[in-house]
Each structure stands twice: as C-alpha cells, then as structure tokens.
C-alpha cells in the first residue's frame, strides 16, 4: 500500500462522495469511481438490486438467512456497480485501472475507511484487471494493490464491541 498526495487522488474521492449521496441503502452509503489514465471509466453506489424496493433487505435479519447465503450485505455494493458500468461503458480501459470507494456517515458527511474487509469486491477486482483500490484513512488516501486488498480482505477479523 502506498499513501496518495491530496493533488494525486482528491479529485476522483470527491466524485466518489457525489455519487455516494445517491446510494438509496436504509444501512449504508457508499459510492465508488473507476479511473483509468486520469479519466473516470465507472461509477457506482449500493442501493437494492435492479434498484427495487421489492429487492431491499436493509433491515432483514440476517441471522434468519440460510447458512448457504454467503453475502449477508442488503445491498449491491458500490464497488459492484462501479465495476459492472466500467465494462458496459470501456471494457477495453478496466484492467489497471484504479477505484476509488468512500463511506458516508449519518449526517452525509464523509467517513473514514477501516481496514479491507470485503472480499466479494475484493475478488470481482481482481478478476476483471483493477490494479488498484483506494480508500480513505485518517492517515490520508491509500491505494492497495488489489492482489493486497484481495489478501487483507480475507485476513479481516471484526472485532466484536
């Protein structure tokens, strides 16, 4: 991982932000950009499949899911969508490309990222070529090799409060 210059990465997070405040999720509101060769290729935000009210599982309980359901997430994730519109959009452009993800609080503001944790974006990534995630930490914006967001995503522990 390397940390960003502000100049580096500020434009494409403050994007990020903008398409976060359209995520519909009743839990969590996330946005994402994909950027390849200083141009944004992909965009995305979590709100329910198809983006139907009859698909939102914000509030289910998920210990009443199935053992087999693996992704106990309510949502799409932004990073989900992001990487589906870079490869309707420009496929051509999506490997080495660099995604950047942000988180809003409550109140619409942004929020800083934990450590990697999610594999399903983690493996979609690595799959189709992004060379890069970028989140935002309070030690500033930091971009993981995807093959390492991969690898730390599957090291996550949740720490129990």
Known sequence: ?????????????REAIEIAHQASCLRSRCGCVIVQAGT?????FNSPAGHLETERRCTADKSAYASK???KTCCVHAEERAIMDALRRYPERISGSTLYFIRLDDQGQPKFSGAPYCTLCSKLALDVGVAEFVLWHETGMTAYPTDEYNRLSYEFHHEKD
Not at 1 to 13: A, Q, T, V
Not at 40 to 44: L, N, P, R, S
């Open 1 to 13: 991982m390397r940390i960003l210059l502000e100049e580096e990465s500020g434009r494409f997070m």
């Open 69 to 71: 359901v693996t992704d």
């Open 40 to 44: 944004i290729i992909g965009t995305g």
